[in-house]
């Protein structure tokens, strides 16, 4: 395949965007995912005191791509589709970071997602910076030859940006292992090379690793049992909400029910679900994977349809899990959150609002970019795993990831009551530390 030309846009001015989405703050809240990442920043640069020079290096994306993907749809006509990658930061390491395919995708979302990884890399301490990307599409409407078309054309667009020692891109939202097996695909083919390490999260039989499908659910159930642990709380009869049954969403539902939880509400974009007595999470797979998604379990599993799925949030539950997506507890709801623990499956569903109200009433966060870590942590794995092509049984990952952890909650904690802020400000210091050494040590080119 020829080399194709990217659509590369100059740097948007973040900080000009950050003030103008600050300044259109509707009703006391914005909705703009990266204005609301950059305040989770500042929150630790405050406590940090890091100077304006260190802030100007670590804070606003690197490299923000968009191109444009013509598709050749089944009925012969062509479609065109956006894509973005944002690379954050590369202080510490290639970008890595997943790509979703959804329908809201856009700059700004991309960005703040970039920017998570950036951190989220940086406090579990693998060495890798941040990127993110995204294809504005609902994969649900295309056919399998059109997604691998969709999904080859963006890889192809974006050849001079990925690579194994560039940015390494992931499954994310609605993507998955045979999307990121045409992706490496495309690459291989491309270089005229077996190129496994360009992308994580690939089916094992394509040099994925062991453990991966499961690990983001796996990284937050340590971080769960962390707590726990920290609060002297007895996991048997816990109860538990999740909102999104995802990849997330449904591991967590089924390691945390093997812990003795009882989950008593579950949601995807179709409905949520409710059952005094426990939802049995593998009997909801199994209706997933035969059905496509959770549309008409109540029928099926006698269980109560919550009339408004945001409603989720509020069950009177110990432990709540947003699997989701952003902005999910604004200002608008975070009063009547109930749950004693709140476990960042997705990135970002908190806005700093709602962070500062759940703060005020006692909640317990495990931020994202600590609760989420075990996706990328694994994705780390397989990418050493690619490198050395040597494989690990799934006993090694399982054991790797644990101290991965179970070291990231304990540096993050240390910090919380060492600075007296909640964890998610604690995530950040632990993380910036980290980038800021980085980018200091490397210093500039010219
Ligand atoms: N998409 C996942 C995340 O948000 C995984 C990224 C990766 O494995 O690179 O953390």
New binding site residues.
Partial sequence: MKKTKSLRREAVDYEKLYEETIKELHDGESSSAFANALKQFDRAAETLKLTNNQVAVIKDPRRVVQVKLPVRMDDGSIKIFKGFRVQHNIARGPA???VRFHPDVNEDEVAA?AF??TY?CAVVNIPFGGG?GGIVVDPRKLSMGELERLARRYFAEMMDIFGPERD?????VNTNPQIMAWFMDTYSMHHQNYIPGVV??KPIDLGGSQGRNSA?AQGMVHCVHKAADYFKMDLKGTTVAIQGYGNAGSFAARLLAKDGCIIKAISDVDGAFFSDKGIDPENACQYVEKNGSLINYDKAAKVKKIADPMKLLELDVDILIPAALENQITHKNADKVRARIIAECA?GPLTTEADDIMEKKGTFIIPDILC??G??T??YFEWVQNRMGYYWDEDRVLDELKRYMDKAFDDVLRTSIHYNVPMRTAAFIVSIQRVTRAAELRGLYA
């Fill in positions: 890595k970071g997943g997602l998570w990884m989220k993110k390494v891109p992931a499954p994310d994580t999260g983001t990135n989420n870590a996706g990328v694994v994705s």
